[in-house]
């Protein structure tokens, strides 16, 4: 299992001020999976993946990500972990303005050593044209795309999806879906963090949350969708 | 709404209250120290004219020619008889005779050159030229004949003389101290010949007109007369009338005002050039200041940008929107003139302290230079809006969109079409671009950083100069004869006289040489000045100057400093006019007599000047001598050869030939003072500006370091780019500082100074250790500024700065 999370719980605050965001959440991610998880505003589903990113601790419970116990791991291997194991595609992108497409495609390569060339992953996502680009000179789609050939060029086994789709246009937001799920085709795991249900109907896996609890776990209802027909 | 804003305003305080302060403490810097700078000429002046007006300095001087005396009312009688003789207020006669110091301590030998000034303490007397008592008692006429003496306050306080000591003088005779004293002659130590702030080789000793007769074997002479005129009085025309009423008595005498007074000029007219370097050396401080805390509070509001955009787009009014930029310009500008009000009493207390340290004047008004203060405050109070006001106009002129849209969304200095070829490894790749995307802020920042080493360096290199010509000096001075040492005589003696043959028998010494000393003037195209004249033997003699043009042996002529014929507009060959002093009897007068230069010296004192002794005939001084030159025997050192020559009354005094420069380095070492209060304001400035670039920087960049640890980059490397982007920045900063630091030296030394300091040529000097020095600290500071917000960075919320979407 490339994502194990045993009886996890994620507390902010302390006391009466107490917030659950994750109440004693168990899941388990396999490679080649495109899940989805889904859930309303203040459901846990960030956070969900920002534990699983280790861009957050857990309060309690295992989380074993790639073959690493990261509820235990040192802030020094939290580091490692994060260039060798996961890759993050964030709703506003988080390009670097100074570096362009190329560059910061390059950038996930140099982050993660994979040695991969920067201009052929740039070109798989169809911005081969593009890479002398800066961010501010690309359409929000394009930046996706270039935020997409990042984590690509880390070659890290994980991509974990915040909102991918949230500053986008229907028409782009699909686009980049479909190079999401060509990912998980690829044996990497997949997970788009999304409120948007119409999105979970291509996923091979919904994961629902409430209230920080899983509420369903499954495909699709009504199976997998083609990406062609999805609609919003 | 109002309320709101200010609760805003209060909650941004209390998040970025250091970034507040520290641009706070930016400005400050920059008013106070402007302040604290550029106040120095009021006080001085002030305290200056009351002190020369309290110790009633003279306004004309009469020196009898030197060696001559005349009897006591002589020269009074003169000035009586002058028909100007109404413009007269007090006149005094003195003797002034050259003589011996030894004030040697339990712990220290001082056996210094001095002289004794004896004036008249009767009737409450003296009535020009009076003193001011330190410590100890003052004289009265009861004391009239008495061994007693007041010794000069500069002296006393360098050896650290007691109040009340013991010293002896020429001939082996002592005399009491009965007080630390000074006259307006003596602020600043500066004899004959020699450079100001001499107190570490020249000893005063002030004592009544009759002691001073009887310690010099002259009862009933006086070779001085001091005069004070009413004002509103025509000084030329009392001078010209007391040169002629001289002339016509055959009195052999010259005729000098107050302006000729090397102390006085040094003190009075340099005010003014000293404030014209203090001036811009404050308007580059400022102008550094101002132009940081402009960047860093610019960028401050810029950071509310969005914020007033949401505004905008809620349809509140931009004047109400600018409300809370505004506030935080408010609370910088309130801290910044509160900080500058003490930052400009610390600096101007700093330089007070030196300045009454260095001159004792009897009166000091050092107040705080609140009308200066006020002015330069009004700067220190608008910057800050202005600053802020900029990126609100900007914010507010545009679409609501325009303004919320992320940064990176807007336009940046980087465009792909000019995309230069990348680097390669984009963590080295990245702090270039970050430079190039906001080439204004970055050339505020580099100039604000620039402008305060400029300043730095202006201040270190023009010690260098200073300290560089002194070592010139000090090198030709010694030469190939390290061990010479100078022996004044009181007066004109033949080079056969016992007098001289005692000093050759001295045990002590090994080699004696005959040398004139004389005092004149030089004329020539381009300037006229005072010219010091040694006559030696300088083909076969213990020593002679080194030659930059023309040789010593071109038969007879002047030996001038480069700077000398520089100033005059001569060269060597070219003719120039020595006004000189030729024997008649007992007395000398002055004559004019064209010379050819023969040759240039390298030797920065202008007014040194040599010919060879065989020329002595010009002056009427063959076969006389009043200095000699001479070596110690082998194992001897100068204060050995000081000890046994003490005793001979004709030795006036002795020297070895570095005590020239030794004291003028050690009156620099004083003023450092002045320069160290600086460089901690200025390194204070520097660090400040690149720890809130740095500051300022991690904010913006928030995101960007987020996104950076999300990918697994460590804290590590995010400040090795960071620190990286800083060196850049730092390099260019440090280069245009030393630069910028190197112009500053040249135009004090080459433009300023020439006229303060006319008689000494300053080189444009930065030594190695002044430029690495800066080199290190604008480097250093500014590429390492970045690892003070290292903690931050640590405790940075990745999932909230992540997820902020813009």
Redesign the interface.
């Known amino acids: 299992m490339l994502i194990e999370l045993k009886d996890v719980t994620k507390r902010y605050g302390e006391g009466e001020l107490a917030v659950v965001a994750l109440d004693d959440i168990s899941l388990l991610v396999d490679q080649g999976e495109f899940v989805v998880v889904l859930g309303p505003s203040g459901s846990g589903k960030?956070?969900l993946l920002?534990v699983v990113?280790a861009?957050?601790s857990a309060t309690e419970g295992v989380v074993r990500v790639n073959g690493v116990d990261i509820s235990a791991a040192t802030r020094?291997e939290l580091?490692?972990?994060?260039?060798?194991s996961v890759?993050?595609i964030?709703?506003?992108f988080?390009?670097?303005?100074?570096?362009?497409a190329?560059?910061?495609v390059?950038?996930?390569a140099?982050?993660?050593s994979s040695g991969l060339d920067a201009a052929e992953v740039l070109a798989s996502v169809g911005l081969g044209g593009k890479g002398?680009?800066?961010?501010?000179?690309l359409s929000g789609g394009e930046q996706q795309r270039v935020a997409i050939a990042?984590a690509l060029a880390?070659r890290n086994p994980i991509m974990l999806c915040?909102e991918p789709t949230?500053?986008l246009d229907f028409r782009t937001g699909v686009q980049i879906l479909e190079l999401l799920q060509e990912q998980a085709g690829t044996g990497r795991a997949v997970l788009v963090v999304t409120h948007n249900r119409e999105i979970s109907r291509m996923a091979d896996r919904v994961v629902e949350l409430s209230s920080g609890r899983i509420v369903s776990d499954g495909p699709p209802a009504g199976g997998k969708a083609p990406v062609a027909d999805l609609n919003w | 709404m109002l309320g709101v804003l200010l609760r805003w305003s209060w909650r941004d305080l209390r998040a970025h209250w250091p970034k507040v302060a520290a641009i706070a403490v930016v400005i400050a810097i920059g008013t106070g120290g402007y302040a604290g700078l550029t106040s120095t000429t009021e006080w001085r002046t002030v305290s200056y004219d009351q002190s020369y007006s309290q110790l009633a300095m003279y306004d004309v001087r009469v020196d009898a020619a030197p060696g001559s005396t005349v009897p006591v009312g002589t020269l009074a009688t003169v000035v009586a008889s002058l028909p100007s003789r109404a413009s007269v207020a007090a006149v005094e006669e003195r003797l002034i005779v050259p003589t011996q110091v030894d004030a040697s301590t339990a712990t220290q030998a001082i056996l210094v050159r001095g002289e004794i000034t004896g004036s008249d303490f009767s009737a409450e007397g003296p009535h020009v030229n009076s003193y001011h008592t330190f410590t100890g008692r003052p004289l009265t006429h009861d004391d009239a004949g008495a061994p007693l003496v007041m010794l000069e306050r500069n002296f006393a306080k360098f050896y650290g003389i007691a109040p009340t000591a013991v010293v002896a003088i020429s001939g082996g005779r002592d005399v009491e101290v009965v007080a630390q004293a000074s006259t307006p002659e003596y602020f600043t130590v500066a004899p004959e010949g020699e450079m100001f702030m001499s107190e570490a080789t020249f000893a005063g000793l002030f004592t009544t007109l009759e002691t001073a007769q009887a310690l010099a074997g002259l009862p009933g002479q006086v070779n001085n007369l001091v005069l004070t005129l009413n004002p509103g009085s025509d000084r030329a025309a009392v001078v010209a009338e007391l040169g002629s009423a001289l002339a016509t008595g055959g009195i052999g005498a010259t005729v000098l005002t107050r302006d000729d007074n090397l102390s006085y000029t040094a003190l009075t007219t340099d005010i003014e050039q000293d404030q014209a370097m203090f001036n811009a050396l404050a308007a580059l401080l400022i102008a550094g200041a101002v132009g940081a805390a402009f960047n860093l509070i610019h960028r401050l509001a810029e950071q509310q940008r969005r914020e007033i955009g949401v505004g905008m787009a809620l349809g509140v009014r931009p004047g109400v929107l600018a409300i809370r930029p505004l506030l935080v310009s408010a609370q910088i500008a309130i801290l910044g003139v509160l900080f500058g009000v003490a930052v400009g009493i610390l600096i101007g207390n700093s330089m007070a302290a030196v300045f009454t340290g260095l001159i004792p004047l009897p009166v000091w008004k050092t107040a705080f230079p609140t009308t200066v203060f006020i002015r330069v405050a009004g700067i220190g109070l608008v910057v800050p809006f202005l600053a802020s006001a900029l990126p609100v106009w900007r914010a507010v002129r545009v679409a609501p969109i325009e303004a919320i849209r992320?940064?990176?969304?807007?336009?940046?200095g980087?465009?792909?079409e000019r995309?230069r070829r990348?680097l390669g490894?984009?963590?080295r790749?990245?702090p270039f671009?970050?430079i190039?995307?906001a080439p204004r802020r970055t050339a505020l920042t580099v100039l604000g950083i620039a402008a305060s080493l400029t300043v730095l360096m202006g201040f270190l290199g023009i010690m260098d100069s200073v300290f560089g010509a002194v070592d010139t000096a000090e090198s030709e001075a010694v030469g190939r004869a390290p061990q010479r040492v100078t022996v004044a005589l009181d007066t004109f003696y033949p080079i056969t006289a016992p007098e001289v043959a005692a000093v050759a028998a001295a045990p002590q010494v090994a080699v004696v040489e005959p040398t004139l000393r004389l005092a004149g003037s030089v004329t020539g195209p381009g300037a006229d000045f005072e010219m010091f004249l040694e006559l030696a033997d300088l083909t076969d003699g213990m020593w002679s100057p080194s030659v930059t043009a023309g040789t010593l042996g071109a038969g007879p002529g002047l030996i001038l400093s480069e700077k000398a014929v520089a100033d005059l507009g001569v060269g060597v060959g070219e003719a120039v006019t020595l006004r000189h002093p030729v024997r008649e009897g007992l007395t000398f007068r002055f004559v004019d007599t064209e010379l050819v230069v023969v040759a240039t010296h390298p030797s920065p004192v202008r007014s040194i000047a040599y010919m060879h002794l065989v020329e002595a005939d010009l002056f009427n001084l063959a076969g006389l001598t009043n200095a000699v030159n001479l070596l110690p025997v082998a194992g001897a050192t100068t204060a050995d050869v000081q000890q046994e020559l003490f005793a001979q009354q004709a030795v006036a005094s002795v020297q070895s030939v570095t005590a020239i420069t030794e004291a003028v380095r050690d009156a620099f070492d004083q003023i450092l003072g002045i320069i160290q209060v600086m460089v901690v304001a200025i390194l204070l400035l520097a660090l400040l500006i690149a720890f809130n670039t740095a500051a300022i920087n991690l904010e913006a960049r928030a995101?960007?370091h987020?996104?950076?640890?999300?990918?697994?980059?460590?804290v590590r490397k995010a400040l090795r780019m960071a620190a990286t982007e800083s060196l850049v920045i730092g390099i260019a900063a440090t280069t245009i500082g030393i630069g910028g630091g190197l112009l500053m030296v040249w135009w004090m030394t080459q433009r300023l100074l020439t006229e303060t300091l006319p008689d000494f040529a300053l080189p444009v000097l930065l030594r190695p250790e002044t430029v690495a020095i800066v080199a290190i600290m604008g480097v250093l500071a500014v590429s390492l500024a970045p690892l003070l917000t290292v903690r931050r960075m640590r405790r940075m919320d990745?999932?909230g700065t992540?997820?902020?979407?813009?």
Request: charged content about 25%.
């Open positions: 960030t956070t920002n990113g861009l957050d020094r580091f490692d972990f994060r260039a060798r890759s993050f964030f709703q506003s988080n390009l670097f303005a100074g570096l362009t190329e560059e910061n390059q950038f996930g140099d982050a993660a002398h680009r800066f961010p501010h000179e990042r880390t915040d949230g500053e | 992320p940064a990176h969304l807007s336009a940046t980087l465009s792909g995309r990348s490894n984009t963590f790749v990245l671009r970050n190039r995307r995101r960007e987020a996104t950076m640890f999300a990918f697994g980059v460590k990745l999932p992540l997820r902020l979407v813009e």
